[in-house]
């Protein structure tokens, strides 16, 4: 069993900045990949971006060159930082992990709001 808390979500203008946390606890060892997922309201949950045991990244369009995502030596947190956010970026951004590397998401946080005003 793993265990996933995000931190790091807020208002912030368009524009601004916000970096997300997540803290991995439990059976760390067979983690894989992690990934950060976002739901707008109304809308389904959708892959924001995603890292690998050896570092591959992976994002999504409407999120590439604005977002970028890591993960601390001891690969048990990881981060999105984001960057000239936009009101579309307005979601819960939720931490997740995934069976194997690109299987479906086993484990799931809690979430983190992110709203971003105009």
């Known amino acids: 069993q793993v265990q996933l808390v995000e931190s790091g979500g807020g208002l912030v203008q368009a524009g601004g900045s916000l970096r997300l946390s997540c803290a991995a606890s439990g059976s760390i060892f067979s983690i894989n990949a992690m990934g950060w997922y976002r739901q707008a309201p109304g809308k389904q949950r959708e892959l924001v971006a995603a890292?690998?045991?050896?570092?591959?990244?992976n994002y999504a369009d409407s999120v590439r060159g604005r977002f970028t995502i890591s993960r601390d030596n001891a690969k048990t947190t990881m981060f999105l930082q984001m960057d000239n956010l936009k009101p579309e970026d307005t979601g819960v951004y939720y931490c997740s992990i995934p069976s194997g590397v690109a299987g479906p998401v086993e484990y799931w946080g809690q979430g983190t709001q992110v709203t971003v005003s105009s």
């Open positions: 890292i690998t045991s050896g570092g591959r990244t």
